[in-house]
């Protein structure tokens, strides 16, 4: 799988676009106005990272979301996902690693996960 391709497929889901901070190595997308990154998995041709920002973190909240993120991230390994929250340059990021395909099907699952990660960010900023 190329990530170009990928790309190409995605950007045929409405709501989706090229991010203006676009990089050789990453696909850079805005999915409903939120960043994703697309990283492709260095040992798996097939495989991807995708990483959602959530956005910056209050300082006076920091306390409150590291406790939040350390208990979704439990729960999530409790479900046995590959997904995970985490705090990167004070910004809350989620992420998730999948085997990627431009299977139509697979196309529309991913995009499907991902406007919902994308509302889950815009109503996390908005909860501020």
Same mark, same amino acid.
């Given at each position: 799988?190329?990530?170009?391709d990928?790309?190409?497929?995605?950007?045929?889901?409405?709501?989706?676009?090229?991010?203006?901070?676009?990089?050789?190595?990453?696909?850079?997308?805005?999915?409903?106005? &939120?960043?994703?990154?697309?990283?492709?998995?260095?040992? @798996?041709? @097939?495989?991807?990272? &995708?990483?959602?920002?959530f956005?910056?973190?209050?300082?006076?909240?920091?306390p409150d979301?590291?406790?939040?993120?350390?208990?979704? @991230?439990?729960?999530?390994?409790?479900?046995?996902?590959t997904?995970?929250?985490?705090?990167?340059?004070?910004?809350?990021?989620?992420?998730?690693?999948?085997?990627?395909?431009?299977?139509?099907?697979?196309?529309?699952?991913?995009?499907?996960?991902?406007?919902?990660?994308?509302?889950?960010?815009?109503?996390?900023?908005?909860?501020?």
């Open positions: 799988m190329k990530l170009p990928l790309e190409t497929a995605l950007l045929k889901i409405p709501g989706f676009k090229k991010s203006p901070n676009h990089t050789k190595d990453t696909l850079r997308l805005e999915v409903d106005d &939120v960043d994703f990154t697309v990283i492709p998995d260095s040992t @798996n041709d @097939n495989r991807v990272t &995708v990483c959602c920002l956005g910056p973190i209050p300082p006076d909240h920091l979301v590291l406790r939040e993120v350390v208990a979704q @991230n439990v729960e999530l390994r409790r479900q046995s996902s997904a995970a929250f985490g705090v990167s340059d004070g910004d809350l990021i989620y992420a998730f690693s999948t085997d990627a395909s431009i299977d139509p099907d697979f196309v529309q699952a991913l995009g499907g996960v991902m406007r919902s990660a994308a509302s889950q960010a815009l109503h996390w900023q908005q909860s501020l």
